[in-house]
DNA sequence: AATGACACGTGAGAC
DNA sequence: TGTCTCACGTGTCAT
C-alpha cells in the first residue's frame, strides 16, 4: 500500500546530516555517552549501503523502501532460477536430438510421437541397437543394461516389469542420446520368492528385449 | 572478522520480549506517548521477515547477520546472471550451427567454477552423496558406478584414470542431475597386464573416489 | 573488557 | 489531517 517513493540518496543525506546536528547539541549539553555510538553508526551506513548495492542488482525496483527493495530482490531471484532451469532443459533436449528446433521451442505442452519416430530413425541410423545384458553379480543380485528406443511411458514400464518379474530396484541410472534410452541397473531378486539359481539368464535377457521392444 | 554466528529466531524472540517487558513498565512509570510505536514496530518486523525470506532464496549464506544476508544475495544474484548469459549463448550457438564439437568441448573446459559452485550446493540439499561402487562380473571384467559433482573436466579426468589404471572401457552410460553426475560403465583389465585377481577392490574404490574428488 | 549485531522507541520528513 | 518510512541513539545480549 502506499509507501512514498520517495528519492532517497540526496534526502538522505540531508535528513541525516539535520538529525546529527542536533543530537550533536544535545550531547554537549546534557553529555551524553555513547560507547557504541560510532559503530553503531558504521553498521548502518554498511547494510544501507548493501541494500543500495541490491538495488542496483535488481532490474524492476517497485519502491524505494528497504522491505521492497529485498523483495524485489526475491522475486528477481525466482525469475533467474526458472530461467536458468527453462535454459538448462532447452539445452538438454537439443544436446538429445539436434533437429526439430522449431518445435521444441513452441510445443512445451504437447510432445507428439513424431519425435519418437523421428529419433528412432536417428538412432537407427547410427548404429545403435536394442539389446539387454544380464550378469548375476551375487546370490540374489544382478547387474542389468537395456539398450531400447525412447518412447513415451518406457520406463514405467520398465518399473513394471522388474515389480512383475520380482526384482527389487538397488540403483539405476538413465541416459538418453540419438533417439536411444539406457538403463543400468543393479536389482535383486526379492526375498522369499526364490533363489537367484532359479533365473535362467538368457530366457529372462529375451523376456525384457521382448518386453520392452514391444509397441504400448 | 567474524561477526556473532547466533542462533537468530529463537535468541531474537526471548530478548524481545525481554525488553518488551521493561518499556511496557516503563511506559506505565512515565506515561510515554508513542503515536507510531506499533507501527515501527510492524515495519520492523516486516523487514525483517523479508530478509529471512530472501535468506532462504539463497543457496550459501555465510553469515546470519543482515549485512551478510544481502550481500551474499547480491553475489547469488551475479552468478545466476552469468549462468543465463552463459545458456543463452550456448544456446544460441547451438540454433546457429548444430555440430560445433569444437567449439562445445573448449566450453566445457573454460566453464566457470560459479555454475559448479552453485549446483554442488544444490547436489548436497538433495542429500546425494558422492561415492563409488565396484564389483567383479567376470574373469577380467568389472562393473563400477561412480557418483560425484558435475565438474568442467570430469569425464576427461574419469578416462584419463581409468587408461592409467589399464582398464579398457566395455560400455558406459553417464546421467547428470541436479548437480551430480553418474558414470556407469563396465569395464575389463587389458590383456597382458595382469589377471583380475590382483585388484584389490577395496583399494581400488578408495583410489577412485580420491581422484574423482580432488579438485583439478 | 571490548567489539559486533540486534531490537527497541523516538522525532522528523514525505505523501 | 494521519500514515508510512527512515536514521538515530541506546541498552542488551553474545562472542
Redesign the interface.
Known amino acids: 500500500m502506499g509507501g512514498g517513493n520517495r528519492f532517497q540518496e540526496p534526502v538522505r543525506i540531508s535528513r541525516r546530516r539535520q538529525v546529527r546536528k542536533e543530537k550533536e547539541e544535545d550531547e554537549v549539553n546534557e553529555s551524553f555517552k555513547s560507547p557504541n555510538l560510532e559503530a553503531e553508526r558504521r553498521?548502518r551506513e554498511?547494510?544501507h549501503s548493501?541494500?543500495m548495492?541490491?538495488r542496483s542488482?535488481?532490474p524492476i525496483v517497485t519502491n524505494m523502501t528497504?522491505?521492497s527493495i529485498?523483495?524485489d530482490?526475491?522475486c528477481?531471484?525466482?525469475e533467474?532460477?526458472k530461467?536458468?532451469q527453462n535454459?538448462?532443459e532447452?539445452?538438454h533436449e537439443?544436446?538429445e536430438g539436434?533437429l526439430e528446433?522449431d518445435e521444441q521451442q513452441t510445443d512445451h505442452i504437447i510432445k507428439p510421437e513424431v519425435e519418437t519416430i523421428v529419433l528412432k530413425e536417428e538412432m537407427k541410423k547410427l548404429g545403435i541397437e536394442e539389446n539387454v545384458q544380464l550378469?548375476k553379480?551375487g546370490e540374489r543380485k544382478f547387474?542389468l543394461?537395456i539398450t531400447t528406443e525412447k518412447k513415451p511411458g518406457i520406463f514405467t514400464k520398465f518399473m513394471d516389469v522388474m515389480s512383475f518379474m520380482g526384482f527389487e530396484i538397488i540403483?539405476i541410472?538413465?541416459?538418453t542420446s540419438n533417439g536411444a534410452i539406457?538403463i543400468?541397473s543393479s536389482v535383486q531378486i526379492i526375498q522369499g520368492l526364490c533363489d537367484g539359481d532359479s533365473v535362467d539368464l538368457q530366457q529372462t535377457k529375451d523376456f525384457l528385449l521382448e518386453v520392452m521392444r514391444s509397441n504400448p
Open positions: 553498521r554498511k547494510l548493501r541494500l548495492a541490491l542488482h535488481v528497504k522491505a529485498v523483495e530482490a526475491i528477481y531471484i525466482g533467474l532460477q530461467i536458468v535454459l538448462t532447452k539445452l537439443m544436446e539436434p528446433i550378469c553379480i547387474w543394461k540403483d541410472t538413465l541416459a539406457i543400468c
